[in-house]
């Protein structure tokens, strides 16, 4: 980190000792899993920035944002409309959840069986080691999973700032209708917190950037259809996770960026992998930093990943908004359609995402489908039987995990990871 930031982290009131035990940890591992890679395109140098000072400049940011009165929003769930957030002059930022904390702390809190996401995001908190959480200004939680919803009503209690959206389950007349009255319900409430009445230019401009940056990401998934692979799974991986983060615009930029050079790396033959390694999609859970533990077994087994369908990836960058309407209906409506396209497990029934993993394997030339379940991740864990099923049916090789942030298993899903690949490259 390019400074010390020990005195912002004190004045948002972190416990520095648990936070330094957690950069360390966080560091190294990016030392091992990230700058261990080879052939990583140059402009992969941004990303290795951001990490670096992920709760140090980006902080800063944040806080010099809020000295100039703009609000942070912090949310869990990619169903939280950033649209509507920038339209009210505010900021969004992703709450990571993707590693343990304080576990014996969260396990008095949540039972013992609740899937690592959800004990991530009580053991930040109550170890006092996320600055995003401590500088936002409202919190978003969703009524999505059953885990979540429960989880949040105890989570109430540790922050005063908690905002509950409600989530329909099923894609009816009826759950759009409320999906709607939700968003509405949102945009009164960013309005209540910025002091900021959202106009049509201010919703316009808000999707505008916002499909910019969906837009960016497509291009990179896009140019991962090529073989060679111009970036590798974890890279692609990275890039995404740094979407719910980064500056919008300067995000936008640097992806863009990065994506003319893999144009030019495709051009030239050049890739992350040899040309005819074996090509794997993910499919499942959300990967939240620094969670990236099976992409890295996958990577480091022989095969590059291809795709992720995941909210941290296709399934929550995917589809713009339409920003043609003239008046806030229109563009609520539109964006409420953008949203409900969203293809959770917690909808019920939920066809499209299965159709979608088809046409991503097929579209990215995957050899085999990996799906990624956490454990005590009922929605998607359920989800993952009918998915193989069908997956199988049509040719296509799966294999489903389950496990959770731990690296106790490491050794075993290697293992089973090499079985696969040595089945999809036969
Ligand atoms: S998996 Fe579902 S609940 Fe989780 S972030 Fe995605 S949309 Fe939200
Ligand atoms: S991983 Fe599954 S159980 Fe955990 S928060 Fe997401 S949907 Fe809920």
Do not use: L
């Given at each position: 980190m390019s400074e010390d930031y020990s005195p912002m982290w004190e004045s948002l009131g972190m416990d520095l000792n648990a936070h330094e035990t957690l950069l360390g940890v966080l560091g190294q591992g990016y030392q091992d899993i990230y700058l261990a890679q080879k052939n990583r395109p140059k402009g992969m140098g941004y990303f290795d920035f951001v990490m670096s000072e992920v709760h140090g400049l980006r902080i800063k940011e944040l806080l010099d944002e809020k000295k100039q009165n703009r609000k942070i929003i912090g949310s869990?769930?990619?169903?939280?409309p950033e649209e509507i957030v920038l339209a009210g002059g505010a900021t969004l930022v992703g709450l990571c959840s993707g590693a343990d904390f304080a576990v014996e702390e969260v396990e008095k809190h949540l039972p013992r069986n609740t899937c690592s996401l959800i004990k991530s995001s009580f053991g930040f908190k109550l170890g006092r080691v996320c600055p995003y959480l401590e500088s936002a200004d409202m919190i978003v939680g969703e009524n999505t999973c059953d885990g979540k919803k429960k989880a949040y009503e105890s989570f109430a209690g540790m922050v005063d700032n908690l905002y509950v959206m409600d989530l329909p389950q099923v894609k009816s007349g009826q759950g759009r209708a409320l999906l709607k009255e939700e968003y509405e319900r949102f945009k009164t409430a960013v309005e209540e917190l910025t002091g900021n009445k959202i106009t049509v230019e201010d919703l316009k401009e808000g999707i505008k950037v916002v499909n910019a940056k969906r837009a960016a990401l497509h291009r990179l998934a896009i140019l991962r259809k090529a073989d060679p692979v111009p970036i590798s799974g974890l890279d692609a991986l990275l890039a995404n996770q740094v979407s719910f983060y980064d500056n919008p615009a300067r995000f936008t930029e640097s992806v863009n960026k990065i994506c003319d050079e893999l144009e030019e790396r495709i051009k030239e033959n050049l890739?992350?992998?040899?040309?005819k390694s074996p090509r794997i999609l993910i499919s499942g859970c959300p990967m939240a930093v620094p969670n990236w533990k099976l992409p890295w077994i996958i990577e480091t087994s022989g095969a590059v990943i291809v795709g992720e369908e995941s909210c941290v990836g296709e399934r929550g960058a995917r589809n713009l908004t339409d920003d043609s309407g003239q008046s806030q209906d229109e563009l609520m409506e539109a964006i409420t359609d953008r949203y409900f396209?969203?293809?959770?497990?917690?909808?019920?029934?939920?066809q499209d995402r299965c159709d979608h993993i088809v046409e991503m394997a097929k579209a990215y030339g995957a050899n085999g489908v990996i799906h990624y379940g956490l454990q005590f991740c009922q929605p998607y864990i359920m989800e993952s039987i009918p998915v193989e099923n069908k997956l199988e049916k049509l040719g296509i090789p799966c294999m489903r995990i389950e496990t959770d942030y731990g690296m106790e298993d490491v050794g075993q899903l290697k293992t089973r990871v090499e079985a696969f690949i040595e089945q999809i490259s036969d």
């Open positions: 869990y769930c990619v169903f939280v890739g992350a992998f040899p040309s396209k969203v293809d959770c497990a917690i909808f019920t029934p939920n």
